[in-house]
């Protein structure tokens, strides 16, 4: 299990850069292009509509032709489509490339969150926030590495360096052995033939709630965070005219947040209950959002990002923990709907601030953020209200057979 988890953050490792390749050099592209920011937001949303069908289709080829081989083929068209991305194809190829490189990391994250959610039965928020932590190295990294070849012209290669890492990462795949663990990762549905049998409900009624209530919450979370990671630095170039270069760091500053938040949420989550640590996270999002129109200077921007990705850092890892212990029993179900409807928040939510760019001020766009997560907010107290519910009638279950033995 232990090198299983570990090839698990090597490919989030991947998928984090992946994630951020694009937006770290969109002003650059952009220009590149001759396109306005609402280009630039079609082409994140194709992105996002690539990663919503990887997700919704891996399960599915999960099924025919193993976790392992699922894996591999996502990774070949991670290569194909950031090798793509190096060639600086006419534009509207650029879009089917998006949709291509989204399938592929879309694909990755949906398969390792369901083989270590099902498979990880202790201190799962701890497993994941690990997978997490080496996301948001790899999405720190990516922008530090962009900014220094947007200095010196190279910033296409940027491309390339995702491109090479997915090759090392289906070479590891590939050559990876692990024991006992190896027959789970090839098995297929030997049932897939025969469609006759009766299906199961997965949801009852009540679960059918909570998920809707984790729908919208991953739909406004991941559209809040790529917009962020995305669109950051084409608005401090906006907002405060710094250069191109020194905009794509507040992406790394964000993502270095991130992921030292992530080395504690899982033990914080654990010590203090999901429910809290996201309602709290949710929270302080909402003051950030709300402060970040006021900054007027790069010190306090670049504060602000900082504490955004401190305090958003686990809200994802945690946040989907947290929905499959709620509805038990239909984990590779649920983490693969969370993960889609992330997904197209993802798209919708970056094409809607890239409208914005260009046709409202600045700090309207910053404003459009916060109005976002007081959805989120007003959806962590649903969530904690939902487990105290559950909490209330377990104790009361536990007291009925304690009182008749």
């Not at 937006?23 to 990663?51: D, K, M, N, T, W």
């Not at 489509?81 to 534009?91: H, I």
């Not at 959610?117 to 962009?146: C, N, W, Y």
Request: a positive charge; proline letters at 3%.
């Amino acid at each position: 299990m232990k090198r299983l988890i570990w090839i698990g953050c090597l490919s989030y490792f991947l998928i984090g850069l992946a994630h951020v390749v694009l937006g770290s050099v969109l002003p650059v592209i952009l220009e590149h292009y001759g396109r306005e920011y609402s280009a630039g937001g079609q082409l994140i949303f194709a992105q996002f509509a690539g990663f919503l069908g990887g997700v919704m289709f891996s399960p599915w080829l999960n099924r025919r032709i193993g976790k392992k081989g699922t894996l591999l083929l996502a990774l070949a068209a991670l290569f194909v489509a950031e090798s793509v991305y190096t060639l600086l194809p006419p534009w509207e190829w650029m879009y089917v490339t998006g949709i291509v490189a989204g399938f592929g990391f879309g694909m990755i994250e949906a398969v390792i969150g369901t083989i270590i959610i099902a498979g990880v039965t202790h201190q799962t928020a701890v497993a994941m926030s690990r997978l997490e932590v080496f996301f948001g190295v790899g999405a720190m990294l990516m922008p530090l590495l962009a900014s220094g070849m947007i200095h010196f012209g190279w910033w296409r290669w940027s491309f390339l360096a995702v491109a090479l890492f997915a090759l090392i990462t289906f070479i590891c795949w590939v050559k990876g052995s692990f024991g006992a663990l190896d027959a789970m990762l090839k098995a297929r549905d030997i049932n897939i033939q025969q469609p006759k049998q009766p299906k199961v409900p997965v949801y009852h009624k009540g679960q059918k709630r909570t998920l809707v209530m984790f729908v919208a919450f991953f739909f406004l979370y991941v559209g809040v965070e790529m917009s962020l990671a995305n669109f950051m630095p084409s608005m401090l170039i906006e907002k405060m005219s710094m250069d191109k270069a020194g905009a794509a760091l507040s992406v790394t500053f964000f993502w270095i947040a991130m992921s030292t938040g992530r080395l504690f949420a899982g033990y914080i989550a654990e010590k203090i209950r999901y429910r809290s640590y996201v309602l709290i996270s949710c929270l302080a999002a909402l003051f950030l959002f709300t402060l970040f129109p006021f900054t007027n200077q790069v010190w306090s921007a670049f504060a602000v990002i900082t504490l955004l990705g401190l305090f958003m850092s686990g809200i994802f890892s945690i946040t989907l923990v947290f929905a499959n212990k709620l509805m038990p029993g239909t984990e590779e179900s649920t983490t693969s709907i969370l993960i889609a409807s992330g997904g197209v928040g993802g798209a919708v939510l970056p094409l809607i601030i890239g409208w914005s760019m260009d046709h409202l001020a600045v700090n309207q766009t910053a404003s459009m953020l916060a109005v976002f997560s007081v959805g989120l907010f007003l959806l962590s107290i649903a969530a904690f209200r939902v487990q105290h519910r559950y909490d209330q009638v377990g104790s009361s279950s536990s007291a009925i057979e304690l009182t008749n033995p």
